[in-house]
DNA sequence: TGTTAGCACTCGATAACTTCGAGTGCTAAT
DNA sequence: ATTAGCACTCGAAGTTATCGAGTGCTAACA
């Protein structure tokens, strides 16, 4: 058990880490603290955290720096959630309260505030759409050689594409391609019809609209893209600063990483109700090891569940950030709801 | 006049140092050019070459690079676009002569092979559109509370957004202010149509479909997404690769300005109609001086002009990038043709 | 007059060495 | 348990030494 002074030293230790970003040593400690004693004191305090695992050095006689384990028992135990300045909470309230006509606004908006507000990168992904049904279906011809699919959920997600109607395809093969989708199709969650759209729906299109099969594909696409719950990043060039000496090699990786949607949904994607906070080696990603990635969920009553997320580096101002996750998450549930339900 | 030595020593010295990126000796020329001579020629030669501002020296025991001057040289001279191998072509001509369903996959797809081919920067900026006329325009209701406002133009360009409608608004106010649209816009340049939508039709808005007041401006939206042309950019990270020791600002600042469309315009989008090379300092931008930008366009007869470049080092290989530019160009003029005409 | 071998000279890159100071651990006294 | 004092460590930053690719110039030569 760490006495009350070494926790105090500890959490010290860990601020002033976050805000010089260079090892700390005893007499920084004694002098930013109200700790009554001297600098020997400390330093032997330090050697104790450092005995138990909490803080580390970088050389043999350097400053400490926290290890993994004292992160997460500063997070876990220490750190509290700072409150967000009122202007900030003003920008936050202006620009999500404001009547933002449409989901993708919403989601690209709130990521885009996150990684101003935080200095991070900032990953946000809307609520999930696995047990959406399908509501609707249409194919609209728009001249001779352009149709466009409109699909949409009860969730509230309206998909669509456009795209060139071979020439063989006349109006009424629109018609029947429309009734086959909506009879077997709408009122199904999207993880049926994703399944459907592979077995059974080529089989009665070949049987009853024939030459609107190369239709069929280009119409399987806008659903492939629905499926995909949409997802935002912003900030991504903020990687630059908060990683100064990161080689160029990494970086490339970094930022491929984070433009493919697969990755980063096996990053974020592991849903939980409260705070998570992944530091260091603890995401498992060799290209993280220097980074931690905070992430939270909103709640959107029965519309599902979203992440946001924020991606910074392992020595980032944990405290700043969970009290602008926090004000983000309740905002979103209520941005959403409002959404939802006007 | 040069002679035909100093020629063939200049040509040799930009390839060498394109492909080293390192100052080029008189031996190093000496061994990979067939000239007969000794390296104490050469460096006469070289001599001269720098007396007349072609070549530079980085300090004054090194080897020579190629100055501005040089290179301009080179261009306009001396450099043959290299052709293309078989291979590179063959994807050219698979990815985009398939059937692309969309305009825009076209030009992002474009950008995206040009950029790997290159390793530089790609941007492709498809047809311009101020010319063309506002062929439809229609509101579609989803549901009680969504609609979807479609524009089409007589150059192909199809653009739709999905909006929430404001509660006030029922099936019939939709009739009125498509008529609106359809009377007063349908038909006009895309140019006057911006310019009435600011000044006619918010009247005849106002005295016929009064409670359709808050809709307009969401659907006077989709115009100004589909008034600025579509825009396509690949290999951003590339700069990475071909610029090794930028700075962390700089960088930051270069993506920032490879991200807002209005800069990227205004690097691109002067149209001429053959090959611009812009090398360094003749490119009128601080953050671009060490890189060149090479332009082309593509013609689509009466549909409009499009532009390509490919943004790398002033090392970059010019005829290589010539080569492949020229590729593209011919496949995306044909490409878009089949586009407009099937 | 153009070419070339020979040589002294230049200067960046790299490595080796020096200095400095923040910080530590240990000891012995309080 | 605390602390003053001190020897020790090691990275950062600065200085110096070494190396070699490359130059320009001179003088000899075809």
New binding site residues.
């Given amino acids: 058990m760490l006495t009350k002074r070494q926790l105090i030293i500890l959490d010290a230790l860990i601020r002033l880490y976050t805000s010089t970003g260079?090892?700390?040593?005893?007499?920084?400690i004694l002098i930013a603290t109200a700790i009554?004693?001297?600098?020997?004191?400390i330093?032997?305090e330090?050697?104790q955290l450092?005995k138990l695992g909490f803080i580390q050095?970088?050389?043999?006689?350097?400053?400490?720096i926290p290890s993994l384990k004292g992160y997460r028992f500063y997070i876990d135990n220490l750190m509290q959630p700072q409150e967000v300045a009122e202007d900030k909470l003003k920008v936050i309230s202006d620009v999500l309260g404001a009547h933002v006509k449409q989901m993708d606004d919403i989601m690209y908006q709130s990521a885009q505030l996150l990684s101003d507000l935080t200095h991070y990168t900032a990953i946000v992904l809307g609520p999930k759409a696995e047990t959406s049904r399908l509501t609707g279906f249409r194919l609209l011809a728009l001249n001779d050689n352009h149709v466009m699919a409109i699909i949409q959920t009860d969730k509230g997600t309206i998909e669509n594409k456009v795209f060139r109607m071979p020439k063989t395809i006349n109006e009424s093969d629109l018609v029947k391609v429309t009734n086959i989708f909506n009879q077997h199709l709408v009122g199904h969650t999207l993880t049926d019809v994703t399944q459907k759209l592979q077995r059974d729906i080529p089989l009665l299109i070949r049987k009853y609209a024939s030459n609107a099969a190369e239709m069929f594909l280009s119409i399987e696409s806008v659903f492939k893209e629905s499926a995909e719950s949409r997802h935002h990043i912003s900030g991504k060039l903020n990687i630059l600063d908060f990683s100064e000496n990161i080689d160029t090699q990494k970086l490339k990786s970094l930022y491929t990483m984070l433009d493919s949607s697969g990755d980063l949904y096996a990053l974020v994607d592991q849903v939980n109700d409260d705070f998570v906070v992944k530091i260091g080696e603890e995401i498992d990603h060799d290209l993280l090891k220097d980074f931690s990635l905070v992430t939270t969920t909103y709640n959107v009553s029965s519309y599902g569940k979203g992440v946001i997320a924020v991606l910074g580096p392992t020595s980032m101002a944990y405290d700043e950030t969970f009290g602008v996750l926090d004000v983000f998450r309740k905002q979103l549930t209520h941005t959403l709801l409002e959404y939802y339900l006007e």
């Fill in positions: 260079q090892p700390i040593g005893s007499k920084t009554d004693a001297s600098s020997a004191t330093r032997n330090l050697s450092e050095k970088t050389h043999s006689s350097s400053g400490r």
